[in-house]
């Protein structure tokens, strides 16, 4: 028990020095590049929309608006972040 709170204790007392020197510096993401990639993301995404669409309106049967469907899918998987289905927040 005492070993534990000597840990803490150390780690509160290292703490300070260390965000103090540098050591845990605030990332703060760059509004700027952030918004660039957000924008480019979304533009991604509306081109794969409409390319769908597009697919879909040319579909002549039922089978034509399945590939539709699985060729828009694959494209979004490629937009999505890896390890996940692009929800939540990313950090980079």
């Not at 918004?35 to 597009?54: D, G, M, Q, T, W």
Request: contains cysteine.
């Amino acid at each position: 028990m005492k070993a534990i709170i000597l840990v803490v204790a150390s780690i509160f007392l290292i703490s300070p020095n260390l965000y103090a020197k540098g050591g845990m510096k605030d990332k703060k993401p760059n509004m700027e590049e952030h918004k660039a990639k957000v924008l480019e993301n979304l533009e991604k995404r509306i081109s794969s929309l409409n390319e769908f669409k597009s697919c879909v309106n040319g579909a002549k049967e039922q089978g034509d608006i399945k590939n539709c469907r699985k060729a828009h899918q694959d494209r979004i998987k490629d937009l999505r972040p890896e390890g996940g289905r692009g929800r939540g927040r990313h950090h980079d």
